[in-house]
C-alpha cells in the first residue's frame, strides 16, 4: 500500500507491548548472566585471568543486557502502521560504536569496584564511580545507537531526557553497591542475585524506555531492500545472543544443582577438604558457600571385622604427620599421581586391586596395588595436592591436620530438620553407608586471603553458609558450627600457644573395650596436652628437682599431707620465701589438678619424679617441663561427661608428640616415606636421567632436612642442659659420608660430617646412574660406578609420651606382656 509519509514529517508511533516483554526478557538474561559471573569470580585484578573475567562481565552486561536489549526494545517502537519502508534502521558504523561503547565503560566499572582500597572514603568512593559509570554506559549506549538512527531525525523531551539520566545511574548505583557490599552475603542466597539481575535489567528497560517516550520521529527517506533486511538481522542476532546468554544462566543453574548433588553423595564418603580461615575469623568456601573438599574413597575397606577408621588408626597418624611436614612428600606427589592414574578403577577396593591392563599400567607390579594403606596414603596426598592447586598454592602451605575425623552423612539427602534427636546421631561412630572427613586447616594472612579471592574463593561467617555446608556435609547445622567453632579453636591453639615453665600434669589411661590398646585422658581443646596445672613459669631449679625426687612413687594424699606439714615429719625445707613459695605453688598445682578427676582415680594415681620435656609453644623450640601422675582408671567410671576432659587414642598422642617444630622425626618420615614408596616406582623409569634427577632430589631434601632437625635438637638439648654429645638419643648419623667403589677390604675413614645426616637405612645406597633401582638395598658390588653414600641408621626420637606409657605398664602391669600390645 502506499505510505501517506513524506520526508520531512512527523510519524506518530506506538510501542508493541510483547517486544516490551520481549527486550526486558533479553536484558535479564544478561544481567542474570553478568551477576552470576561476578559471583563467581576474583575480587582483585592481579592476574590476567583477572582481567579476561572482568572482560567477560562486561561483555555480558554490555552485550546483552544493555545492546540486545535496545535493539529488541527499539523494534518495539511501531511507527504509523508498521509499514517496513518507514521502520527504524541503522547506520553500521554507529551500531559497532554502541556495541564498543557499554563494554569499555562497564570494564571501568568492574574495575573500579575490584580496586584495592586502604581507606573506607576511598572503598565508597570507588563503589560509587562504579555505579555512576555503568549508569552512563547504559545512557550512552541508547543515545549513541539512537543517532545512528539512518531514516529518522529523533527529537527527546528534556524531561524525560534527564529522567533516563537519573534511572540510569541511580539504579546501577543502588544495585551495584548493594551487591558489591552484600554478595559474601549472599553466597547461599541465590534468589537475592535473582532479585539484583531483575532491578539491573529493570533499570536498563525503564531507561530506554522513558527515553522513547515523547520522543518525536522525523523522516527523512524510505527503506529500501537492504535496509528492510538489515533491520531484521540485527534483531535476529540479537535474539540469539539473548537465547545464547539464557542457556548459560540455565547451565548455571543445572551445574549448581549438580554439584549440590555430588556434594551430598560425597558425604557418604571419605574426603579431605579445607577450613582456612582469614584474619577475621571468616572461613574460606567456594562459590557454593562449601568448604573445598575432595574425594579419597568411597569407603575405608578394614581388613578385619574391629578396625575402624579413626585417630587410633596408624594411616590416620601417617596423614597426620605427614601434613606436619609436607615437604616429605612433595617431589613424590606427581608419581603418586601416576601410579592411581594407572589403575582401571578409581575405587579403592582390596579384592579388585589389581592393575588395568591398560599401556600406562603395564609398567607397574601387580603387587603395587595390593597395599591398601599405602593407596590411600597416595589418594590422600593427591587429593591435597588438587586442593592446594586451585588455590594456587604449592602443598606445602596447605596447612596441617585437624586432630579429628568427622563423621558425615548422618542425615538423609532430604532431611532438613535439625533436631536433638538428630544432633545426637551425628556424635554417633560411623555407620554402614555412612562418610567421614579430614580437616587440613591454617590461618592465612592478608595477602594469602587477597590471593584466594582472587582465585575465585570467598571468605564468609558461619552464619552465612552454614545451611549450605550443613546440607553439603549431611550433618545437622549445630554440628556445623560446633566443628567449625574447633577448627578455629585449633589453628588459634596452633599459632599462639605459650607454654614455657614447668608443669604438674596427669597422665590417666582408659582401656578400651575389647581391644590391648588404651585411650589418653587430654584437655578437651588441646588433645595434644595432658591436664595440667603450672608450678612456675621458669625451669626447675636443682634444689626443685631435688625437692620433687623426695615424692618418687607417692600418692596424691600423702604429697598434700607432706607439704602441708600435717604429720609433723616433712622432710622439705621451708626456711626461706622461696622455698615457702615453691611448696605453696605445689599445693595449688596439685589441687587444681585433681579437680575433674574422680577421686577413685585421685586416690591410686602416682607421682613420678622424671622431668620430662614436652614442645607445646607455637613456633619456638622453647620447652615444656613437666612432672606427672600416673594412674590407669577404670573404663566403667570415666570422665565421658566432663566439660574440660576428653580421651584420644594413646598411639595417636604419641605420634602427635613427634609434629613439633623442629622434631628430628621429620626427617625420619621422609626417610621412610622414600622407602615405602620408592620401590612402588621403581618399575617405571621411562629415562636414565629421570631417575638420576629424582634420587638426587630425594638425597638433597633428606640430607636438608636432617640437618635442620639435628641443628634444632641440639638446641633443645642445650636448653635442657645436655652437655654430653655422646648421650644424645636425638644424634641422627653416626658414619661420615664416604664414596667408594667397593665396600669390601675398604677401611672406611672417620672425619667430620657436615651434611646433617641422609635419613636412610645403613645398607641404603644412592646410584647416581644405576636406571633399575629408585633406591635400593643391599650390597654394593656389582654395582655401576657413580657416588655410593653410606649412612647409619636413625632412631625415632624418644618423646616425653612414650616414656609416660613406658612407666606407666612398668607400674600398673608390670606382669602382663603384651597387655598394650
Known amino acids: 500500500m502506499d505510505n501517506p509519509w513524506k520526508p520531512g514529517d512527523t510519524v506518530p508511533n506506538s510501542f508493541n507491548s510483547g517486544l516490551v516483554a520481549a527486550s526486558y526478557f533479553a536484558s535479564l538474561c544478561g544481567c542474570s548472566l553478568t551477576v552470576e559471573l561476578l559471583h563467581r569470580r ?30 529488541i526494545g527499539n523494534r518495539a517502537i511501531v511507527l504509523d502502521a508498521n509499514q517496513p519502508e518507514i521502520q527504524l534502521v541503522y547506520h553500521s558504523g554507529f551500531t559497532v560504536l554502541s556495541l564498543v561503547l557499554p563494554v569499555g565503560g562497564l570494564i571501568a566499572a568492574f574495575s573500579l569496584a575490584e580496586a584495592t582500597t586502604n581507606t573506607k572514603w576511598l572503598h565508597w568512593l570507588t ?26 531525525t529523533l527529537t527527546y523531551s528534556p524531561r524525560f531526557l534527564v529522567a533516563s539520566f537519573i534511572i540510569a545511574v541511580g539504579d546501577c548505583l543502588t544495585v551495584l553497591v548493594l551487591f558489591y557490599s552484600l554478595r559474601e552475603k549472599w553466597i547461599s542466597s541465590w534468589w537475592k542475585r535473582v532479585l539484583c539481575a531483575m532491578s539491573l535489567a529493570g533499570g536498563v528497560s525503564a531507561m530506554h524506555f522513558t527515553a522513547s517516550t515523547n520522543c518525536t520521529y522525523t523522516l527523512r527517506h524510505y527503506n529500501s531492500a537492504a535496509d528492510i533486511t ?26 549448581a544443582q549438580y554439584r549440590g548433588y555430588m556434594f551430598k553423595n560425597r558425604s557418604q564418603q571419605i574426603t579431605v577438604a579445607c577450613a582456612i580461615f582469614d584474619y577475621t575469623g571468616k572461613v574460606l568456601v567456594t562459590t557454593e558457600g562449601v568448604l573445598p573438599s575432595r574425594k579419597i574413597t568411597e569407603k575405608y575397606n578394614s581388613r578385619t571385622f574391629d578396625e575402624e577408621f579413626d585417630a587410633s588408626h596408624s594411616v590416620f597418624h601417617w596423614v597426620f604427620r605427614v601434613t606436619h611436614n609436607w615437604q616429605g612428600v612433595g617431589n613424590l606427589i606427581p608419581l603418586m599421581k601416576s601410579h592411581l592414574n594407572s589403575k582401571k578403577e578409581s575405587n579403592l577396593v582390596i579384592a579388585d586391586s589389581r592393575p588395568s ?40 602451605k596447605l596447612g596441617t591436620l585437624y586432630d579429628r575425623i568427622i563423621e558425615t552423612g548422618v542425615l538423609s539427602k532430604t532431611d532438613h530438620r535439625f533436631s ?61 558450627e560446633a566443628h567449625i567453632s574447633g577448627l578455629k579453636r585449633y589453628v588459634e591453639n596452633l599459632q599462639t600457644i605459650d607454654k614455657r615453665g614447668t608443669y604438674l600434669a596427669f597422665h ?77 605453688s605445689l599445693i595449688n598445682a596439685i589441687e587444681t589438678l585433681i579437680q575433674p578427676f574422680p577421686q577413685v582415680w585421685v586416690n591410686k594415681a602416682k607421682f613420678w619424679s622424671k622431668q620430662l620435656v614436652a614442645h607445646y609453644t607455637a613456633g619456638s623450640s622453647a620447652p615444656t617441663y613437666i612432672y606427672t601422675f ?43 616415606i622414600h622407602q615405602k614408596f620408592g620401590p612402588v616406582f621403581e618399575t617405571r623409569q621411562p629415562k636414565k636421567h629421570a631417575l638420576t634427577k629424582l634420587s638426587t632430589a630425594l638425597t638433597t631434601k633428606a640430607l636438608e632436612m636432617g640437618k635442620k632437625s639435628q641443628t634444632a635438637m641440639e638446641k633443645a638439648n642445650c636448653a635442657i642442659g645436655h652437655t654430653d654429645d655422646d648421650s644424645s638419643t636425638h644424634k641422627l648419623v653416626d658414619n661420615p659420608v664416604h664414596t667408594s667403589g667397593s665396600s669390601s677390604g675398604s677401611e672406611r675413614s672417620r672425619t667430620a660430617n657436615n651434611f646433617g645426616g641422609i635419613l636412610v637405612n645403613k645398607d641404603t645406597i644412592v646410584q647416581s646412574d644405576n636406571r633399575s633401582g629408585f633406591m635400593n638395598g643391599g650390597s654394593q658390588s656389582n654395582i655401576p660406578m657413580g657416588m655410593n653414600v653410606a649412612v647409619s641408621t636413625a632412631q625415632p626420637e624418644v618423646t616425653f609420651a612414650t616414656e609416660l606409657f613406658e612407666f606407666s605398664k612398668d607400674t600398673f602391669v608390670p606382669n602382663k606382656p603384651g597387655f598394650f600390645e
Open 508 to 584: 590417666a589411661l582408659i582401656p578400651k573395650p575389647h581391644s590391648k590398646d588404651m585411650d589418653v585422658v587430654v584437655k578437651k581443646d588441646h588433645l595434644d596436652q595432658l591436664p595440667d596445672a603450672k608450678i612456675s613459669d621458669f625451669p626447675p631449679y636443682e634444689w626443685q628437682r631435688d625437692t620433687l625426687d623426695l615424692f618418687e612413687g607417692k600418692t596424691v594424699s600423702w604429697i598434700l599431707d607432706t607439704l602441708s606439714d600435717r604429720t609433723g615429719r616433712s622432710p622439705i625445707p621451708t626456711t626461706n620465701w622461696a622455698e615457702r613459695a615453691f611448696v605453696f
Open 630 to 672: 600416673h594412674v590407669i582408671g577404670d573404663m566403667y567410671n570415666s570422665i565421658d561427661h566432663s566439660d574440660v576432659l576428653t580421651r584420644t587414642p594413646r598411639s595417636f598422642f604419641e605420634a602427635r608428640s613427634r609434629c613439633y617444630p623442629g622434631s628430628p622425626d621429620h626427617a625420619i618420615l621422609v626417610r621412610d
Open 127 to 152: 563503589q560509587i564511580c562504579t555505579g555512576v559509570f555503568a549508569g552512563l554506559s547504559i545512557v550512552g549506549m541508547h543515545y549513541v545507537a539512537n543517532f545512528g538512527v539512518s531514516n529518522y
Open 230 to 255: 538489515s533491520r531484521n538481522s540485527q534483531v535476529i542476532i540479537a535474539g540469539v545472543m539473548c537465547g545464547t546468554a539464557a542457556i548459560f544462566v540455565f547451565g548455571f543453574l543445572i551445574y
Open 420 to 480: 536433638a534427636a538428630t544432633m545426637n546421631e551425628a556424635a554417633k561412630p560411623s555407620l554402614f553407608g555412612k562418610g567421614q572427613v579430614m580437616f587440613i586447616t591454617r590461618e592465612v594472612d592478608p595477602a594469602e586471603s587477597s590471593g584466594l579471592l582472587n582465585a575465585g574463593f570467598k571468605f564468609a561467617t558461619i552464619q552465612q553458609v552454614g545451611r549450605n555446608i550443613s546440607q553439603a556435609m549431611q550433618i545437622p547445622i549445630p554440628a556445623v
Open 357 to 396: 591392563s591398560s599401556q600406562s599400567s603395564a609398567v607397574y607390579d601387580e603387587d603395587t596395588y595390593k597395599n591398601y594403606d599405602m593407596l590411600f596414603e597416595e589418594r590422600f596426598c593427591t587429593a591435597a595436592a588438587s586442593m592446594a592447586s586451585s588455590m594456587h598454592w604449592p602443598i606445602e
Open 42 to 71: 576474583g575480587t582483585a585484578l592481579e592476574n590476567v585471568r583477572s582481567w579476561v573475567e572482568t572482560l567477560v562481565c562486561a561483555i555480558a552486561m554490555g552485550l546483552v543486557g544493555i545492546w540486545c536489549m535496545h535493539f
